[in-house]
């Protein structure tokens, strides 16, 4: 890759030169974190076998919160090993959708925005909103956001199927217990170094005003842009930008995206059928519960990972969760 930034002309085509330094440097400063992390393991044996020949026992401690440094950060590493696919190291392209059940569900949609933004924001990536639509009264009945950042898919893809809330609900005068759904979607922000055959004319594209919190009208212009894919049904929108043309290249991108991963999951569910594997059908499995009253506890029904801090999981410390699935993805795979 290096090579190939040499080459006369590389910065002809200037995005596609950028997204290609892009992946150099991701690929640069994963090489340099491993190869820190076995100089910091060489300067711990040197020490400690220097500390045992002179009898020396003051480094001890020193020695300890070394070895100890290193192995948290060889846990973290650790997850990077686990994410080898494709698309893993790539950008992610998030969408919530609120499930039946009006307010209730819409203000979870919400919450999840909420935590997944928090997440982002604890592991240094960059977030941005393409569109969202606002419930009538709180919350929002859909929402799509980017997450920029070296393995933003490979994290979040444990995050895709329906979650599901219990709790007193704060729009409910009787307060009543209430269980809200919420859909997450997460794709991998392919770009363009795809080839996904889309026809033009199999595309119905609106244009409209950009709409803010209770639908209300913010821009003047038509900028905003929906895109309805006709043979799939599949429809994506973006509002973010103030310039049409920019709004629809996003949506074009999240449009090539969806197509990519819709074909990417037939060819599993058709090879989950070969091998007479069960193939669920509707709009996701349940993945996760999140419970409020009359206790408090946070399960994912895949991994069984659970905790009562339910607190802490929806303010976006999430690690642990997607740990664990991260080493049931790969069990299970292994199985397979």
Known sequence: MREQATQPGFWDDPDAAQKVMQELSGLESEVDRWRSLERRVEESAEL??????????????????????????????????YMSGPHDAKDAIVSIHAGAGGTESQDWAEMLLRMYLRWAENKGFKTEILDQTAGEEAGL?????????????????SERGVHRLVRISPFDNASRRHTSFALAEVIPDIGEEIEIDIDE?????????????????VQKNSTAIRITH????????????????????????????????????????????????????????QIRSYVLQPYRMVKDLRTDWQTGNTDAVLDGHLDELMQAYLEYSVGANRSR
């Open 201 to 217: 004319d199999e595309l119905r594209i609106d244009m409209f005003r950009a709409s803010g919190h209770g639908g209300q009208n």
């Open 48 to 81: 400690l076998m220097l500390a045992q020949e002179e009898g020396a026992t003051d480094f001890a401690e020193e020695i300890a919160g070394g070895v100890g440094a290193i192995e948290r950060e060889l846990g973290q590493m650790r997850w990077h090993l």
């Open 141 to 157: 009945k859909s929402v799509t956001f980017a997450v920029h950042g070296r393995y933003a898919y490979g994290y979040l893809q």
């Open 230 to 285: 006709e043979p799939t049904g599949i429809v994506v929108q973006c509002q973010n930008e103030r310039s049409q043309i920019q709004n629809r290249r996003t949506a074009m991108a999240i449009l090539r995206a969806r197509l990519y991963e819709l074909e990417h999951q037939k060819q599993i569910d058709e090879q989950a059928r070969l091998r007479g594997e069960h193939v669920s059908a509707g709009w996701g499995n």
